[in-house]
């Protein structure tokens, strides 16, 4: 079954350490993304990747930094400059979705997330 | 920027009652809407909403746009428990950069709890 998978599901970090989370999906879907979900505040976009070698900042980029050298995978790296890092982490994929007005809608899939927690 | 507003916030309702949910957008280009449902990790997809007044039904669940009013609802029916989760709206705007490559700008998601 296809699908997109993220590791681990718990994580736990001391202040201060780098931490990488996983995405990998199986959809052949061009675009991925990094969401972050806190209580109350809703889905916010860390950052996103239209094509292999290429990725854009979302609204709340700062303290992250991402890679896409595979299709299928598209991993976040949550550096120490993150202010606020405990989170829950959702990857998504669509299919490529074009440009401007001819932009071809389709639906995000989800991960099951990761929870990250940092003491 | 663009904004999604979900009211309310939360809302706890007994099995068998029928709820209805709010999404208000201001995007300044308008492509579609979308209504995901969040139960403990990964968000599934309920509809995508283009046109204004055609309801999407799917079983107990419906939802419909209103363009004039920037708005849409999804109406549970004979609500049961299953029904629990976050319901999350998210609106495409195409040229909205911030929104990531569809221009997609979430809500706050909506708890829904249904007691037995």
């Known amino acids: 079954d296809g699908g997109i998978t993220q590791s681990p599901k718990y994580l736990f970090r001391k202040e201060g350490q780098n931490v990488t989370l996983s995405c990998e999906q199986n959809?052949?879907?061009?675009?991925m993304y990094w969401y972050r979900q806190d209580p109350g505040q809703g889905l916010r976009l860390i950052y996103y990747?239209?094509?292999?070698?290429?990725?854009q900042k979302g609204d709340i980029a700062e303290g992250y930094s991402v890679s896409r050298e595979k299709k299928e995978s598209f991993p976040l790296t949550v550096t120490s400059a993150q202010k606020n890092p405990t989170a829950f982490y959702l990857c998504a994929s669509s299919k490529s979705p074009g440009q401007g007005a001819y932009r071809v809608n389709s639906p995000l899939h989800f991960g099951n997330g990761t929870r990250l927690t940092v003491t | 920027e663009d904004k999604v507003v979900q009211s309310p916030l939360s809302l706890v309702v007994h099995e068998g009652d029928t709820v209805t949910l709010n999404c208000s957008y201001e995007?300044?280009?308008?492509?579609?809407l979308l209504w995901y449902k969040q139960e403990k990790k990964a968000p599934t997809f309920l509809f995508m909403l283009t046109s204004s007044g055609i309801e999407k039904k799917s079983g107990r669940l419906s939802s419909i746009l209103d363009k004039k009013e920037l708005s849409s609802i999804l109406n549970i029916t004979a609500t049961q428990t299953g029904d629990s989760a976050i319901y999350l709206c998210a609106v495409e705007d195409p040229y909205y950069s911030g929104g990531g490559a569809d221009g997609l700008t979430f809500g706050k998601g909506t708890h829904l709890i249904i007691q037995p």
């Open positions: 995007v300044t280009n308008f492509r579609s």
């Open positions: 959809l052949n879907h061009d675009a």
């Open positions: 990747s239209q094509i292999v070698n290429d990725f």
